[in-house]
Structure formats: C-alpha cells, structure tokens
C-alpha cells in the first residue's frame, strides 16, 4: 500500500527554524517527485516547489523562492520542508504529494495527511 | 505562468442533483496536463481526474472530466452525500499551478 506520512504538528515562535518530513512507503521513492503545497488557513492550495529523490533536484515556485528549503534522505525515503526562520505569516497546513518523475501526466496521486505549523509569539 | 479560474465559486445542490463545475485556463494548456482534486473538511486533497479525462484509481464513474484547450469540466452525475466538498482543478507542467477552488454544498 502507497503510504505518505507526514511529521506532527508543530508550535513555533517568529524567527524559530523548523522542518518537517514526509516519508514514503509501498513504492520505489526515487521514481517519484515529492511536492510540497501550503494551505493556509481557509485557503485554496498553493504549490510551493518539488524535490526529485533521486538527486535531490529542485524547482521552487517564485513565491516560495529563498523562503523555503526542500531535501531528501532517499536511504529512509524521506523528504523535508525546511524553514530557517519563520514568520507569522508561514501558519498553515503543508501537504507533501508523490509525481512520476517520467511520463506524460504529472497527477499528484497520493498526498500525505498534512502538517499543521502554527506560528505565533 | 498559466492562471486558473473556477466558477461557481459555491455550488448549491441537493442530493441526487447533477454538478457542472468550470475550469477556465489563462490560455490554451493540453489536456494531458489537467487535473481535478477533491477535498473534504480536516482531509488532504484526493485526486479524481488527471489527463481531463481520466479517472483515478477507485473513482466512481459518476465523477466524469472533459474539456480542451482553456475550458475545462467536471461533472458529478448523481450527488451523493460524500460528495460535498471542495473541488480543485490543477494545470501540471514545468511549474504547477491550482485553481480557486469551487465548494459544492447541500441545498
């Protein structure tokens, strides 16, 4: 069974670091791109960049560009979102996602459950 | 960078109603790069719909894509119960971008 399960929530202050994972089971890791997507509260989803396992390649959406760092450990199948100084403005769920890496279609058909970061003084 | 827009923004049905949601692109995207998400209160996204057309593994065949070039449809035949929610379409490409969303609540 194809499982993304994502690290627990998370309380921070403005200014703290953080990361969270995403660790993949029941399929090859490296075969599929990991993408990241905020939710904000009440909000629609934003896409904020993917990670290819295999090499770790990275494309950011420009809106996340510089804010956020993605990275794998592809020897426990895990991806990371990696801030180094957070803002009150970065509260709200994040989402990884699983993408073939080759092919046509880029459908993200498993996501993890989501983890929600709260960040507040 | 291709923009989506979904309409209605909110759907009012009854169960048992059919639902028309739109997925209007920026310009012309291949429909091989067209997807549809559905998502439920406190869940993540599940996908239904990828290539616009097909369905993905366990969807119900009330749940039906089409469309091409900038317009885009998904269409619930029957409601059911479970499918109040909200709906998102989504272009995939070089980058990846996602519509609005459209939210399907009970009349």
């Known amino acids: 069974e194809v499982q993304l399960v994502q690290s627990g929530a998370e309380v921070k202050k403005p200014g703290e670091s953080l990361r969270i994972s995403c660790k993949g089971s029941g399929y090859s890791f490296t075969n599929y791109w990991i993408s990241w997507v905020r939710q904000m509260p009440g909000k629609g989803l934003e896409w904020m960049g993917r990670?290819?396992?295999?090499?770790?390649?990275?494309n950011y959406s420009p809106s996340f560009q510089g804010h956020v760092t993605f990275s794998t450990d592809k020897s426990i199948s895990t991806a990371y979102l990696q801030w180094s100084s957070l803002k009150a403005s970065d509260t709200a769920m994040y989402y990884c996602?699983?993408?073939?890496?080759?092919?046509?279609?880029?459908?993200?058909?498993?996501w993890g459950q989501g983890t929600l970061v709260t960040v507040s003084s | 960078e291709i923009v989506l827009t979904q309409s209605p923004g909110t759907l009012s049905l009854s169960p048992g109603e059919r639902a028309t949601l739109s997925c209007r692109a920026s310009q012309s995207v291949s429909s091989s790069y067209l997807a549809w998400y559905q998502q439920k209160p406190g869940q993540a996204p599940r996908l239904l719909i990828y290539g616009a057309f097909t369905r993905a593994t366990g969807i119900p065949d009330r749940f039906s894509g089409s469309g091409s070039g900038t317009d885009f449809t998904l269409t619930i035949s029957r409601l059911e119960p479970e499918d109040f929610a909200v709906y998102y379409c989504?272009?995939?490409?070089?980058?990846?971008?996602f519509g609005p969303g459209t939210k399907v609540d009970i009349k």
């Open positions: 990670i290819d396992p295999t090499d770790s390649y990275t």
């Open positions: 996602a699983r993408h073939p890496t080759t092919g046509i279609t880029q459908e993200f058909d498993y």
């Open positions: 989504q272009h995939y490409g070089s980058s990846f971008t």
